[in-house]
């Protein structure tokens, strides 16, 4: 298998600042991460200790939200905003096993993760992978169609996973590429939560993405996350999340997935 270090942009990559998306790969037993990545990881697992096992639960959520939208709802197309780093499970691979055409476009703005990614994606059909940050919908909605996968005219499956949380105010991004959605479309979203029980460990958490060439961190409440999906029709959370687990994890993270009407 072909690791991160092996494939770099121009500009090379900077190991010693801890990325978000080398310390999901972490969290999921991934070995595309710097020791910058484990620190803050270590960091991160002091804080919520649950922290490894909601990054699988939030992974389990991405692959039954698609696995609904392919089955149940017949969506073909997906746009997989904030991708990180290509893993098992993937939304291609779950599309794709309900039909094998259908198309997937991933994006992330590390220009490493997009290198990385497109290496591992080469020989999957209907896949690409775009540079693209959600704080730029614009810029995701024109390359998604340029990449001749998505037509945005047509019912789409948007995945915002684990990204938002990672954006000061991305409500205006979110509402664009909503209105570009066609009805029928649907929108899957999971975000670090802001409880009040656990308000001391998430300024721990926030700290060690307190850097200047590092991600930040700006956790929210339900009722703040729900805003992002404006007057879309959320679903049942019970139909991708067992009731159990929505309670264990309510102080660490929230997701829904909403239909367009």
């Not at 995945?159 to 649907?186: F, T």
């Not at 975000?191 to 929210?220: C, E, I, N, W």
Request: charged residues 25%.
């Amino acid at each position: 298998m072909t690791r991160m270090a092996d494939r770099v942009p121009p500009g090379g990559v900077d190991s010693s600042t801890p990325n978000s998306a080398r310390i999901y790969d972490f969290m999921l037993g991934g070995k595309d991460n710097f020791a910058a990545d484990r620190a803050a990881a270590t960091e991160i697992l002091r804080a919520f200790p649950e922290s490894r096992e909601g990054c699988r639960v939030n992974r389990k959520f991405l692959g039954d939200v698609v696995r609904y939208m392919a089955n149940e709802a017949g969506i073909r197309q997906f746009v997989d905003i904030g991708a990180g780093l290509p893993t098992q499970d993937n939304v291609h691979q779950v599309a794709q096993s309900v039909d094998p055409k259908a198309k997937v476009v991933y994006v992330d703005n590390d220009p490493v993760v997009c290198v990385h990614g497109r290496a591992i994606l080469a020989a999957a059909p209907g896949v690409a992978m775009i540079e693209a940050d959600m704080a730029d919908a614009e810029k995701i909605l024109i390359g998604a169609t340029e990449t001749g996968l998505i037509d945005w005219s047509q019912p789409v499956g948007v995945l915002m996973v684990a990204i938002l949380h990672h954006l000061p105010n991305p409500y205006a991004e979110v509402a664009r590429i909503r209105e570009a959605m066609a009805p029928g479309s649907y929108l899957a979203i999971s975000h670090l939560s802001m409880a009040d029980s656990r308000r001391d460990d998430t300024t721990k958490l926030q700290s060690t993405y307190d850097s200047p060439r590092s991600v930040g961190l700006f956790p929210r409440t339900v009722e703040e996350i729900t805003r992002f999906f404006g007057d879309f029709d959320l679903l049942d959370d019970t139909a991708f999340i067992a009731p159990s687990v929505l309670r264990r994890f309510a102080a660490l993270g929230w997701g829904a997935l909403a239909r367009k009407p």
